[in-house]
């Protein structure tokens, strides 16, 4: 590979300057290469990409090509287009052996509004456990507080596939419930 390589260099030993000085060895490469049966006049670029040139289009082979639908005429319906803005805002909820998060989300500007967790400062002090039912409840708490001065009132929630909606994801929903957010919670 390193014979590939240094093929298409050719190293110059010596080189003399102009007032006869000694100058430093270095690479210098040839302008045409042939890719795929065709000649690249252009020279060679700092990161090399530009010389391969990919067949489908003419952009380098580094960018992503744009994915096809695999059924191009599949209908969209009204529904599935204006969700993101009739129910704006998500609840995610994550729960770990060590502590529980919930955060409110916008959909459409994916910015959250309202974060709780037991692993901050405020929170850790006042709990026993970072990670029981009544962790939870107050995390569910803490986080209506923090949407209502945020001027939110609603949120969907849809768990993760690995996730049952039981135990302490219901306890922190039944939580947002009990203190003022309507959450729509959708079950496969």
Avoid: W
């Avoid at 210098?28 to 990409?49: D, I, K, M, W, Y």
Wanted: hydrophobic fraction near 35%.
């Amino acid at each position: 590979m390193l014979k590939q390589v240094f093929g298409k260099y050719s190293i110059s030993r010596a080189v003399y300057g102009s007032n006869r000085a000694k100058l430093r060895p270095f690479l210098c490469q040839t302008n045409r290469e042939f890719h795929n049966g065709r000649t690249v006049l252009a020279p060679r670029s700092f990161f090399g990409v530009e010389d391969y040139v990919d067949d489908d289009t003419s952009r380098p082979y580094t960018y992503q090509k744009e994915k096809k639908s695999k059924n191009p005429d599949k209908h969209v319906s009204f529904k599935q287009r204006t969700v993101a803005y009739m129910e704006p805002f998500t609840l995610d909820v994550f729960i770990s052996k060590r502590f529980v998060s919930a955060s409110l989300t916008h959909r459409v500007t994916c910015k959250q509004v309202a974060v709780a967790g037991t692993n901050s400062k405020d929170v850790k002090a006042v709990l026993r456990s970072r990670c029981d039912i009544p962790a939870c409840m107050s995390i569910g708490r803490i986080l209506s507080e923090r949407a209502k001065e945020a001027d939110v009132y609603t949120a969907s929630y849809t768990p993760r596939d690995q996730d049952k909606f039981e135990g302490k994801i219901r306890a922190v929903v039944q939580s947002l419930i009990d203190n003022g957010i309507d959450v729509k919670i959708y079950l496969d």
